[in-house]
């Protein structure tokens, strides 16, 4: 399925977003596989019990043992016999940097993943597509690390207080006024950790007697906040509008379920990027829709913030729209800003609210000072305020680097998931061998990717995932895909039915393609 | 056209009410520069006795050349997740330091404070199963339980024969369904030293208690981890227990250790089971590796000088003497507590006045040169809400003149503000 979207006058450029379908023979073959896994898994707990096979999982102490179960056997029945034979593709140890390129420190298994070892060496420039480092700003060098050196030395790591007790900085005030500026809102406020913001500002903003509309692939933090603020949470398909729009008529004109009373304020939770799929949420008919219903728009752009956009405003700038439409901004600075934390924008009365109420501002610590500094020269340096242009050079390269990399991937023929614009780039696998022996493969060929199945993802649908990061030359891009396509042969990935006609090579402008049917 | 009509109609809410201009926790207090032993607070320049700097180890040249050296070596942020290459060989030496420290099997780390306890009690209990909790247990420990869905009981803060007639009840009717029974997991979470009362909780009895009626203990130990203990590990080396008895200590780094973050620590059948199911840990990103230095070096300190938890511990009896005796005002907490509550002995009748009283005499001892702080609460969020109070805070840069200036700032602004 392919939209191509121009819809009128909402939208002012092309939207073009792909979920091309599972082929059956494939989906048929995964469940199959799945299938054997876990007669294999059944087996194995089998031999486990009749003490057949060695059981290598911590067990319980013996003066507990007549306690209840702290886990339910099948529980861990997925982590015993599925994860443990490709848990090597995850938690990897790196030790330098996490830019472009990056060390990794080897591990070896001697018995089949149930523990690690390092052997003390280093594989070093491996070409990192797994990090979130959309603007590059994992430096070690440069006039970011050279100003959270300074901070570090003068205010110290830590702030040992709350902000609405001790721990309000001039720095973070600073940092408060800036990030404000950049979104183009009146005010905002910086959390020390980006899935806290979610899970303790939801919360606060909504509460019994209330309703949220949420994306069904939203992510764990916003779902946890939806869950803690105790609202009913009604959920609509992955960016689809007829879906939210029937969800916002049934909710008005129902009322609550039992009470039949108006509900007291609808919120709507959606993301600028999903990072599982790489889809792009489709804002111009949300805030149409936000609009003509009266609810209120609550924007997690995590991944968005930095990546999209002529200059890096994120998916508001990306669409044209006004920023004052979006009631409550939220997005991470951990992805874009290498840094930490997380931030809401939004109007003055919003933010002095939060200030007062937020769960973070009265009991959590606030946010460390050079991490906060280098959140300031970062998002100056995006805005142009430092004199250079480096800013503006990294969205536009980060731009051309998706455009590339997106396009040279379908025409070698895999299945991409995702919108044509969003940096982050799923390729479907779907059997379960295969993510291990893909994570494996291109490890060997010194490229770390980010592969991930089951609980993540539905299913049958697992899938690799790479980060397209404006540190990345085309020399690099050219290398991984190259390594892409040879491990793509190999293990059989090129699912894909719609051929592409190969562009002759021009460079970057804006593509119209053929597109002939196999 | 009905449905036009009714669209049409209805009016939500604000989406925020508005707050008033004047409300006391609207207002920051701004700090300009580090907030070390001598603090700048809106132009001020003071003694601070509001930060949770136990050891001093805010403004230590070790820490800070340690965390220059990560971030000369690693930058600032981790770019991930620990699943996806967020995984630094600094975070695995920071656990394994903090699991040798506390000498257990495995410790593993949180980059939140407040994420720590929050996202490992909804880990273990899930809808259906049972936890006790202390009626003063902090608003993170109230977050992680909502999150978990189980069933909560409180029982009175401190108060052994309370829980004792709940876990009693709790048997009886185990006894009426064995078969539920069977399959409910019990929890009793606790605080080492508790944040709104400045006390101790009595963790020999718990200990008792657990194995008489089959509970995990999970003990959060945010305040008491490198204050009580001989060598700073925390209560159970306080009451000499065996730390292989406690199901999971949980502990932030943000107050003795000067850093950001928080661990889980105990035995790796337990802390395993977080790296795929803690959802702080799998979905946000890891600490930044300056912070994690700064922690590994802040243990070193720790280690290397196991006198400090005396002197502060002394330093703690001197003020909690000093304190006696302010009329109208009384000193809430152990005397070896760095962390006291001073609240009013009479109210004047609402929450409101009595924040305004406390916020007048902070400002009389800000005014003369000490910072305080009141105790920040969210009043509509909280179970059981403590009293408004003054939070006093004692570290070891602290000089004994200093104790004594501040205890004798409070005597004076108590009988000029509160008679």
Redesign the interface.
């Known amino acids: 399925i392919n939209h191509v979207v121009h819809n009128g006058g909402l939208y002012k450029r092309p939207f073009n977003e792909a979920f091309e379908e599972t082929p059956m023979l494939v989906a048929v073959l995964t469940y199959v596989g799945y299938g054997v896994l876990t007669l294999f898994g059944y087996l194995r707990d089998f031999m486990r019990q009749w003490k057949i096979e060695k059981c290598q999982n911590a067990t319980e102490r013996e003066e507990q043992k007549d306690f209840v179960p702290l886990y339910q056997d099948f529980e861990n029945f997925y982590n015993r016999n599925l994860y443990m034979r490709i848990r090597d593709s995850w938690n990897r140890p790196i030790c330098s940097v996490p830019g472009a390129k990056v060390d990794m420190m080897e591990r070896v298994s001697h018995d089949y993943n149930w523990t690690f070892t390092y052997t003390g060496r280093v594989i070093k420039d491996i070409i990192n597509m797994g990090s979130y480092n959309y603007l590059g700003f994992a430096q070690k060098t440069g006039a970011c690390q050279e100003a959270a050196a300074k901070v570090l030395s003068q205010y110290g790591a830590g702030v040992c207080s709350t902000r609405q007790e001790m721990g309000n900085l001039d720095k973070h005030e600073e940092l408060e006024k800036l990030v404000a500026r950049f979104l183009g809102v009146e005010s905002a406020m910086a959390y020390g950790m980006g899935f806290a913001t979610n899970s303790m500002n939801i919360p606060a903003l909504v509460g019994k007697g209330c309703l949220i509309l949420s994306d069904e692939l939203n992510h764990a933090s916003l779902v946890l906040g939806a869950r803690l603020s105790g609202a009913t949470i009604r959920i609509f398909k992955h960016n689809n509008m007829q879906s939210l729009e029937k969800l916002l008529k049934d909710a008005i004109v129902h009322g609550q379920p039992r009470t039949r009373r108006p509900w007291k304020k609808i919120l709507i939770l959606v993301e600028g990027i999903y990072s599982m799929e790489g889809s792009i949420v489709r804002l111009p008919e949300v805030i149409a829709l936000k609009k003509k219903y009266k609810s209120y728009l609550y924007l997690d752009e995590a991944h968005s913030i930095g990546a999209l956009g002529p200059s890096g405003r994120g998916v508001v700038e990306y669409f044209g729209l006004n920023p004052e439409d979006v009631d409550v901004m939220m997005g991470t600075f951990t992805k874009s800003f290498g840094a930490a934390g997380g931030y809401i924008g939004g109007k003055k009365e919003l933010i002095d609210y939060l200030r007062t109420y937020s769960h973070s501002a009265a009991y959590a610590t606030s946010m460390s000072p050079p991490v906060v500094e280098q959140i300031i020269t970062s998002v100056k340096c995006i805005m142009g305020e430092d004199g250079t242009t480096i800013g503006r050079a990294r969205v536009q390269q980060l731009a051309e680097n998706t455009r590339y990399f997106r396009r040279r991937l379908k025409e070698m023929g895999f299945i991409i998931y995702g919108n044509e614009d969003s940096p982050v780039v799923p390729l479907m696998l779907y059997m379960p061998a295969k993510i291990g022996a893909f994570g494996r493969e291109m490890l060997k060929r010194n490229i770390g990717v980010v592969v991930v199945g089951f609980p993540a993802t539905p299913i049958i649908e697992s899938r690799a995932r790479f980060c397209l990061s404006a540190a990345h030359t085309k020399e690099m891009l050219d290398t991984a895909l190259k390594e892409i396509n040879e491990v793509g042969d190999l293990l059989q990935l090129k699912y894909s039915r719609r051929r592409l006609v190969p562009l002759l090579d021009r460079p970057f402008d804006e593509t119209t393609y053929e597109e002939t049917e196999d | 056209q009905e449905?036009e009509e009714?669209?049409e109609e209805?009016?939500?809410?604000?989406?925020?009410?508005?707050?008033p201009k004047d409300?006391p926790?609207?207002n920051?207090?701004?700090?300009?520069?580090?907030?070390?032993h001598i603090?700048t607070?809106n132009g001020k320049e003071c003694i601070?006795f509001?930060?949770?700097?136990f050891l001093g180890?805010?403004?230590n040249e070790k820490?800070?050349s340690a965390?220059?050296a990560s971030?000369?070596?690693?930058?600032?942020?981790?770019?991930?997740p620990?699943?996806?290459?967020?995984?630094?060989?600094v975070?695995?030496e920071l656990e394994e330091r903090l699991a040798k420290f506390m000498r257990t099997e495995e410790a593993i780390i949180y980059?939140?404070?407040?994420?720590t306890i929050?996202s490992a009690i909804p880990a273990?209990s899930k809808r259906g199963d049972i936890v006790f909790v202390d009626e003063a247990a902090?608003?993170?420990i109230q977050?992680g339980l909502?999150?978990s869905r189980s069933n909560i009981k409180l029982f009175k803060h401190n108060d052994m024969a309370d829980l004792e007639r709940l876990l009693k009840e709790q048997e009886t009717e185990d006894q009426k369904n064995p078969r539920k029974?069977?399959?409910?997991?019990?929890f009793i979470v606790v605080e080492g030293l508790y944040m709104n009362t400045g006390d101790i909780c009595p963790l020999p009895e718990l200990i008792k208690l657990k194995?008489k009626y089959?509970?995990?203990i999970f003990l959060e130990e945010s305040l008491s981890f490198g204050v009580l203990g001989e060598h700073g590990r925390g209560i159970t080396e306080h009451f000499g227990i065996n730390i292989?008895d406690i199901d999971l200590i949980s502990a932030?780094m943000?107050?003795s250790?000067?850093?950001?973050g928080g661990f889980c620590c105990g035995?790796?059948?337990?802390i395993?089971?977080q790296?795929?199911s803690g959802?702080?840990y799998?979905?946000?990103?890891s600490?930044?590796p300056?912070?994690a230095a700064?922690a590994i070096e802040a243990l070193n300190i720790m280690e290397d000088n196991p006198d400090i938890f005396q002197t502060l511990r002394t330093k703690c009896e001197w003020m909690h003497k000093a304190l006696q005796g302010i009329s109208g005002l009384k000193v809430v907490g152990e005397s070896f507590s760095p962390a006291l509550h001073l609240q009013l002995e009479e109210s004047c009748g609402s929450r409101e006045n009595d924040v305004k009283l406390l916020k007048r005499v902070v400002d009389y001892c800000m005014n003369s040169g000490i910072?305080f702080?009141?105790?920040?609460?969210?009043e509509?969020?909280e179970k059981c809400l403590p009293p408004p109070s003054i939070?006093v805070v004692i570290t070891v840069e602290q000089t004994e003149q200093e104790l004594d200036k501040a205890a004798s700032l409070l005597k004076e602004a108590a009988q000029s503000l509160l008679n």
């Open positions: 449905k009714l669209i209805w009016q939500p809410e604000p989406l925020v009410p508005s707050v409300h926790a609207l920051y207090n701004i700090v300009s520069g580090p907030p070390t603090i607070v601070n509001a930060s949770f700097n180890l805010l403004n820490v800070k965390a220059q971030l000369k070596k690693y930058g600032v942020g981790t770019c991930g620990r699943g996806f290459y967020g995984t630094f060989d975070h695995l980059s939140y404070g407040f994420a929050a273990y902090c608003f993170a977050k909502q999150a029974a069977r399959v409910t997991r019990r194995y089959k509970v995990r292989d932030n943000e107050n250790l000067a850093s950001i035995r790796s059948f337990i395993d089971h790296r795929l959802q702080g799998c979905f946000s990103a600490l930044p300056l912070l700064a910072a702080t009141q105790a920040r609460y969210l509509k969020e939070r």
